[in-house]
Structures are given as C-alpha cells and as structure tokens.
C-alpha cells in the first residue's frame, strides 16, 4: 500500500522559514514526478512546486519562485519543500502528490500557518 506523509508544518512569523517533507512508502509505489500543493482557505488548491525523479528538473509557482526551493532525496524516497521569507498568503495546507503511469497519489497535508 502506497503511503505519502507529509511533516514539517506549523506557526511561523511572516519572514520565518519552514522545510517541509514529504515520506513515500510502497514497494510498488515508482513516481516519475513529485509536487507540493496548498490550499489556503476558500481558496482552490494549486500547484506550488514540481520534480522531476530521475532528472531532477523542477517547476514553480510565480508566487514562490526564489523564495521556494523543491528537493528530493531519492534513496531516501523523500521529497523537501524549503520555503524562505514566508508571507501570510503563504497560509494554507501543504499537500503531498505522486504522479505514476498508473495514478497519481496525495498525502493528508501538513498545516502552515504564518502569522505574527
């Protein structure tokens, strides 16, 4: 059974910084690409950074970009979320997704909050 769980959330003040994680489990679980998603409240959810497994290539969200950095540790079968200079419209719930030839897969979400 595949399994995606994310940690690393919580309050931070608006300048602050957090790292996310994002932990995949399943023999069977082989994704080509990785990505975070947030959705803030009575928001949509949106994209907010990609990865590429076997190249590494990333993609961003203009609204993070140089301020979000999306990493994977892949003998680890972990995927990071550092997010730097963190703004209030940052507040949301961080999601997890794996994307297989067969299905794509989400984790439960991790809650960031930025305020002061």
């Known amino acids: 059974q595949v399994q995606l769980v994310e940690s690393g959330g919580g309050l931070v003040q608006p300048g602050g910084s957090l790292r996310l994680s994002c932990a995949s489990s399943g023999s069977i679980f082989r994704p080509y690409y990785m990505s975070w998603y947030r959705q803030g409240p009575g928001k949509e959810r949106e994209l907010v950074a990609g990865?590429?497994?076997?190249?590494?290539?990333?993609n961003y969200a203009d609204s993070v970009k140089g301020r979000f950095t999306i990493s994977r540790d892949n003998a680890k079968n972990t995927v990071f979320l550092q997010m730097n200079s963190l703004k209030s419209e940052d507040t949301a719930v961080y999601y997890c997704k794996g994307v297989t030839p067969q299905r794509d897969y989400w984790g439960r979400g991790t809650q960031v909050t930025v305020s002061s």
């Open positions: 990865i590429t497994i076997a190249g590494g290539i990333t």
